[in-house]
């Protein structure tokens, strides 16, 4: 299959790979997909008061642009606002690493990996409000 | 072999398919079971593409003959690497292609018995009556001189031992990658397989992925995201392979000109690989963990 030279260099040189502690109520964890589909990816974001995501971390099971939809997500999400991160769209992503349409797929999970671990984190918060 | 099969459903045969063991190979007693009075032909794949398994091609032989059943035997994968007879195997048409003997593309060849029994062919190419009016069409002599050629060869390198060194190498392959990696699993038997082939599921790395990583070495996987269809391999999954496996598995093929060093090269490019991909790989970490991955509510999607 034939790849963007962006997609290549987040697969070899994927950014922020890595686990956060899943204990720390700063830290949202979103875990999508499925083994048996081929690909699951685990996204990490550390959220402070103010909303603003200070770190991300993610590890993925999954081909070479899913892994790079992943990679390219936690160099997106750095520094934003949750609100802001949760209107990324996979279209965004997929436009970014030029995947083909065989691999849009991989783009969607990773779009539902910031949503899980967002609504994760909020969890989170509201069990430990109440 | 299954196109062909699905070809001849929609004009009006009747097909059986027969279910393989976990090890690929055929059970004899599925076989006897399955042929009534009226089966025509048994269709055999002497070894396997993507596994590599062999067939126990002579007794499936011995139990058409019994019935009188006309026996097709698929050696397409398996000539020059193992000893054909189709006398001893009664085997009554057998398929060889010139492109996996290093012979030429664009050429192979139907071994069609002529007595005892006599197999009578329709041509699929119609008109001049060449080849027995078989397969009308002038013969590309270039072509046949090649796969000739290379039959010959073939039979040189059964015959010198030549072959066995494939599977020296091929043994050292799957040594060197079980002396670095854990959870490494083989796919299909590996006492019966060609002695080039090694087929293995490398657990909590996808096959895509992996083969991005080792660019230099040319391999193929039963990953759904390498084929068009995004199903994993079926022949993967006829063994029972389950899907979670499937999509991890590469297929190595060894040849005339494979060296050891090569074969060195590729257990060092695979051990760091498959482990940087482990580290990145969040199956991997969960049991690791200790966590069973069947215990996770997936989603599929």
Redo the contacts between chains.
Sequence with gaps: MAYSDKLINHYENPQNVGSLDKADPEVGTGLVGAPACGDVMKLQLKINDEGIIEDARFKTFGCGSAIASSSLVTTMVKGMHVEQAEQIKNSEIAAELSLPPVKIHCSVLAEDAIKAAIADYRKKREAAQA | MLDSCHALERDGWEVTYLDVKPDGILDLDTLRAAIRPETTLVSVMLANNEIGVIQPVAEIGAICREHGVIFHCDAVQATGKVAIDVNAMNIDLLSISGHKMYGPKGIGALYVRRARPRVRLQAIIDGGGHERGMRSGTLPVHQIVGLGKAAVYAKEDLDSGKIDEQRRLRDRLWAGLQENLDELYINGSMEQRLPNNLNVSFA???G??LM?AIRDIAVSSG???TS?S?E?SYVLRALGV???LA?TSIRFGLGRFTTEEEVDYAIALLTEKVRWLR???????MVKEGID?KS?Q????
């Design positions: 909590y790395v996808e895509e992925a991005m990953s759904a995201c068009a995004l994993p389950e899907a979670e999509h580290e990145m790989s969040p199956l991997y970490e991955l996770i997936w989603e599929a999607h």
